[in-house]
DNA sequence: TAGTGGTTTTG
DNA sequence: AAAACCACT
């Protein structure tokens, strides 16, 4: 075989899939097109970045354990994927210099709206671009990408229904294409490839991901199997934290194993004539990949956010309590209130929590302990492995009352009224609370009526008492603005 | 035609 | 209360 003397690069990040991605496939049919050249897929871990990010442990581990399997499905499509360790963005720009002398005549990849990776990738593709290198980002992060979906104004939407609205007739004047998996002729030598460079291979995780399987075929099974037997239920059924009614697809998604292309085109080949009915499962699914997409919208036409300022400016001025103790009660799960306790323990626990829980927990930090919602965004994106910036940002500032979405009501959630709710059995509470587990009947969700049971921790804070010093403080910042 | 004001809508 | 739309100019 002839020596291979230019190299296609595709820069994996949050898009950690062979089917359905623009810059792996882009990059092959050019590699396939030329004499002597080949695809290059390549990673870089940058721990250091990451946990700037406060980027979860499990989910840091999530990435690494998908970058390996990853390599083996790549290898058998002929394409070498590239695993390195770095330590921070800014060691990437070496990498790609030695990669410009190995032979690298374009590179490509998928745009992320983050501010460091903006940053990153603006700096990177000025390196190469000098160098004579061609550049090609595709934005394939939302179905709509930023800047698509603008009111009649030309302005970026603030309030969600709308732009659902106006994003869903632009889903109806287009079919939702996904990209083939690709397959190259010739594969890279990556042991050779990495000694020629001296670069460092990417270190193993320490597995605590392991209950989450990374294998593409099995992560796509997993969307099917959702669309084909469960999406039908999924408005009766996703607000219910003992059942299991939601994907639970999320961390896939933030690491990029599937696309919300492959969502929607899956959801619509299994539930085709459901998503045109309002409340249906599938169309309240839907619903959930729009707000995933508002976000990001949003992120993109409000830069400070980035900077965890709130995007109601007045609420800048509200003075949050700064108690580290009865922080440390949240986190821990150990508040008093049972639906609380138990909701941030599976956290701590599993890596995740359920999407009704996520709402109670952050109105519980924010408008029943007063306490700074920068604090539980940080808590979050710390523990969560679907942690991402836009949609975690974006809820805590919807429960936070300081973000978008301006509904003339005032967003306090009573936890035991939710309790009663959406757990109404307290199964779900009794699985991660032990020490109340025996209590019978709807005492659970508040086991404190004649006496705390022993074991379990006194209500750290009065629901009713703490709601109107919540309504003070936001009433005070909105007077002083006028 | 882009700006306005009045009306409807809002996770 | 604020956003978005819509009709009118």
Known sequence: MSKITSLHVVWLRNDLRSYDNAALHHATAAANDEQNSAVLALFIATPKTWQRHDMAPIRQDLLRRRVLQMQTELASRNIALMALEASSYSDCAKIFSKLADAGMVALYGQTEYELREQQRDK????????????????????????????????????????????????????EIRCYSKPKASVLVDVKQLMQQLGVKE????????????????????????????????????????????????????????????????RLQMEAGPALEREKSGASVWLSELIWREFYKHILLAYPDLIKHKPFQAETAAIRWRQNKTLFKAW????????????????????????????????????????????????????????????????GWQWAASTGT???????????????????????????????IAHVQGKEIHWPHKKSTPSGYCPAIVDHDEARKITLAMFTEVKKSDG
């Open 123 to 174: 700096e990177i593709t000025q390196q190469l671009q000098r160098a004579d290198i061609t550049v090609n980002w595709y934005d394939r992060l939302c179905i709509m990408p930023p800047g698509t979906i603008l009111t009649q104004s030309g302005d970026t939407y603030k309030v969600f229904t709308p732009f659902k609205r106006n994003w869903l007739s632009r889903l109806h004047e287009q």
């Open 202 to 265: 990417m270190a193993d995780g320490d597995g605590c991901s392991a209950d989450w399987p990374v294998a593409e075929q099995q992560v796509l099974d997993k969307l099917r199997g959702f669309c084909q037997q469960q999406v039908a239920d999924y408005n009766d059924k996703r607000d219910f934290p003992a059942v299991k009614g939601t994907s639970r697809l999320s961390a896939y998604l933030a690491c990029g194993v599937l696309s919300a292309q492959q969502c929607v085109n």
């Open 331 to 394: 986190c821990e799960g150990n508040t008093g209130y049972p639906i609380v306790d138990a909701a941030m323990r599976q956290l701590n626990d599993t890596g995740w929590m359920h999407n009704r829980l996520r709402m109670i927990t952050a109105s519980f930090l924010v408008k029943d302990l007063q306490i700074d919602w920068r604090w539980g965004e940080q808590y979050f994106m710390s523990k969560l492995i679907d942690g991402e910036f836009a949609a975690n940002n974006g």
């Open 405 to 435: 979405d301006a509904a003339p009501y005032f967003r306090i959630f009573n936890p035991v009224t939710q309790s009663e709710r959406f757990d109404p059995e307290g199964d779900f509470i009794r699985r991660f609370v032990p020490e």
